[in-house]
């Protein structure tokens, strides 16, 4: 990793801070030490010492991830990482310097460093304060010129007065909406009563219902990500009973991964995720930087779901460029809301260019890899609906494989470094054309690994909480209209995980990738959809099967009952991610009849009947079943 991307920017400065707070405690330090014991000062300064005394804080410093952390959002364990890492660094002085003779006594370089100490964290505290107050001035001048903005709509409480809920109040503040947060509650009674940054904390969590009733909340945040779910479990149900309209939003758990990064984008409704009740999950945040720091990085399909996360999780580290592209015009539309909004956030501005763009279009796709040159792909672009891609085989196949095959063309062409594809588990043994295309996209990715050296990788998943056409916001929907829910069978059962977990695990997964990597989520078990729906219900506080009908409405084409993760000859094999497992496959896959696909026959498809073409895709895909499961 460039050295120059982790300390550019406002790094930079606090570099050149700490070489002046280091050199003016060691020269301060030596005066103080000649006045007492009446001996010259160049006695004392020594400057090939020196040089090795101010290496050692800095590569201390550098080493420990000083230079990483957002002051502006800084919080003890910060401060108690940089007095460490001042310790280490005169730790390694020492090492040094007992190595080579000297005739200085080494007492002189004991009493400046702890003016390094203090000097370093006071500065820190004034240059967070300064920032604060310089964001929140921008924020008010803003507001000031600029009628569009409202605030007066929003009256949002936060449960939890902890770090995560201080720093929610902080960005609303950088972003001007500081008077839409009207106070905390907080089951800790030692901080009842109290104010913190300028807002009060009216009561415990127990107390919810009254003061949002009191003070007419109409928004909840809760910040309390590392408290467990039952108690999360607890104010939602107190709020929904009472409250059932108003919005709830919470930190996923994952959040204290990321607590020096904004976290009012991670703010998200509260969900059927928080009742499933999936465990706890890291990323390695440091191979991820290592790999993605300085780099230019082009996501397609960027519009959808997981194609926004994957780019909005990007920006977290230190990417230098992000291109993002989808053929709708609306879904890039809100993007650049969305992101325009977030970098605000960051601690430093990448460049990020929309392009509205139909990977099927060699043309300009060629025109986009020309002028930015992209470093890393994630092709998240596809289509995805099972039922819809039955009736429409041409295009499923267009898009899924025709555009996955123009990008590594390019890619090829244009020295890519890692392209990454999102795959799907209906990809195992498919029985639907969505399937069997995705399948087709991950072979055309082996064979571009091993005839073109392209490093390629393959992150395979189940279905994602939330996204276009996923069930829970169609479950949502019929309740918020009285019912009935529709559940297409009794017995179906699915793999879920939540948006930002699944793009932030593909990211890992990425950073981990050498090429010809087959990489599987750990998406944990297979739910009953019949038990999501019930659940559901009970979330909006009502009685499943009383208040709200569940219906049954049969499988539709393409679908099955359960779906699987891997084929029988991949074998799971663990990586330095427990979330993250890589498939041990030999790799073996019909060469001619992939070569014969993409000399001859790719172009031809669109002359194809239906039937054509499932003919086409079951040479290719011999596991392809168009049998349905009947119901």
């Known amino acids: 990793m460039s050295l120059f991307y982790v300390i550019k920017g406002k790094r930079l400065i606090f570099l050149a801070m700490d070489c002046?707070?280091?050199?003016?405690?060691?020269?301060?330090?030596?005066?103080?030490?000649c006045y007492y014991i009446e001996e010259k000062l160049p006695y004392f300064i020594n400057l090939i010492y020196f040089l090795i005394y101010l290496s050692s804080f800095l590569v201390s410093f550098y080493l420990f991830q000083i230079y990483r952390i957002m002051w502006e959002y800084s919080n003890i364990e910060d401060m108690y990482r940089l007095i460490v890492s001042s310790i280490s660094g005169f730790a390694i002085f020492i090492a040094l310097f007992l190595c080579f003779y000297s005739d200085q006594p080494i007492t002189i370089y004991?009493?400046?460093?702890?003016?390094?100490?203090?000097?370093?964290?006071?500065?820190?505290?004034?240059?967070?304060?300064?920032?604060?107050?310089?964001?929140?001035?921008?924020?008010?001048?803003k507001l000031s010129t600029n009628t569009e903005i409202n605030i007066s709509g929003k009256r949002i409480l936060i449960c939890g007065a902890g770090e995560a809920g201080r720093m929610i109040l902080d960005e609303y503040y950088c972003k001007g909406l500081g008077g839409s947060i009207i106070g905390f509650v907080d089951d800790d009674i030692s901080k009842i009563g109290k104010i913190l940054n300028g807002k009060m904390i009216f009561a415990d969590t127990s107390q919810i219902d009254r003061i949002i009733s009191k003070y007419n909340v109409n928004e909840i945040a809760i910040a309390m990500p590392s408290v467990n779910l039952d108690d999360i479990k607890r104010i939602v149900k107190d709020i929904k009973n009472n409250f059932p309209q108003t919005p709830i939003k919470t930190l996923p758990s994952f959040t204290k991964e990321f607590d020096r990064k904004p976290l009012i984008s991670a703010l998200s409704d509260i969900g059927i995720e928080f009742l499933l009740g999936r465990e706890e999950f890291n990323v390695d945040s440091i191979a991820i930087e290592e790999v993605f720091c300085g780099k230019t990085i082009l996501v397609t399909g960027a519009g959808g779901s997981i194609g926004s996360e994957i780019s909005r999780q990007l920006l977290k580290f230190h990417i230098n460029k992000l291109i993002v592209i989808d053929r709708a015009e609306f879904p890039i539309y809100n993007l650049i809301n969305n992101l325009k909004d977030y970098i605000e956030l960051l601690d430093y501005e990448p460049e990020i260019i929309f392009r509205v763009a139909d990977v099927k279009d060699h043309k300009i796709m060629e025109h986009l890899f020309d002028e930015f040159s992209p470093n890393i792909i994630f092709h998240a672009a596809a289509h995805k609906h099972v039922p819809l891609m039955e009736d429409n085989e041409i295009e499923a196949f267009q898009n899924n494989v025709i555009g996955t095959k123009i990008l590594l063309d390019l890619s090829v062409k244009y020295s890519v470094d890692k392209f990454v594809f999102i795959s799907t588990?209906?990809?195992?043994?498919?029985?639907?054309?969505?399937?069997?295309?995705?399948?087709?996209?991950?072979?055309l990715m082996l064979h571009y690994n091993q005839e073109e050296r392209l490093n390629t990788s393959i992150v395979r998943f189940g279905n994602v909480l939330g996204t276009h056409g996923s069930v829970i916001p169609l479950f949502c929907k019929q309740i918020e209209n009285g019912g009935p829910v529709i559940v297409t069978h009794p017995q179906m059962k699915r793999f879920f995980m939540s948006i930002t977990e699944a793009s932030l695990l593909v990211i890992n997964a990425a950073a981990y990738s050498n090429g010809g990597n087959i990489y599987l989520l750990d998406m944990?078990?297979?739910?009953?959809?019949?038990?999501?729906a019930k659940k559901l219900i009970t979330l909006y506080g009502y009685e499943p099967l009383k208040d709200i009908k569940i219906k049954f409405s049969g499988l539709r084409p393409g679908e099955k009952l359960s779906e699987e993760l891997y084929y029988q000859k991949e074998k799971i094999i663990k990586t330095e991610n427990k979330k993250i497992y890589e498939l041990n496959t030999d790799n073996k896959y019909c060469r001619e009849i992939i070569k014969d696909l993409l000399e001859n026959r790719i172009y031809d498809i669109i002359e194809f009947n239906s039937y054509q073409i499932r003919d086409l895709i079951k040479d290719i895909v011999p596991e392809f079943d168009e049998s349905t499961e009947v119901s």
Do not use: H
Not at 20 to 30: E, F, P, R
Not at 425 to 443: H, Q, W
């Open 524 to 532: 944990g078990k297979q739910y009953e959809i019949v038990d999501i």
């Open 110 to 141: 004991i009493f400046p460093s702890f003016f390094v100490v203090f000097g370093a964290i006071l500065y820190r505290i004034i240059a967070k304060d300064y920032f604060s107050r310089s964001k929140k001035m921008r924020a008010y001048n």
């Open 425 to 443: 588990d209906k990809a195992v043994n498919p029985v639907s054309i969505m399937g069997a295309t995705k399948r087709i996209a991950e072979l």
């Open 20 to 33: 002046l707070v280091i050199t003016l405690s060691y020269l301060i330090s030596t005066v103080i030490q």
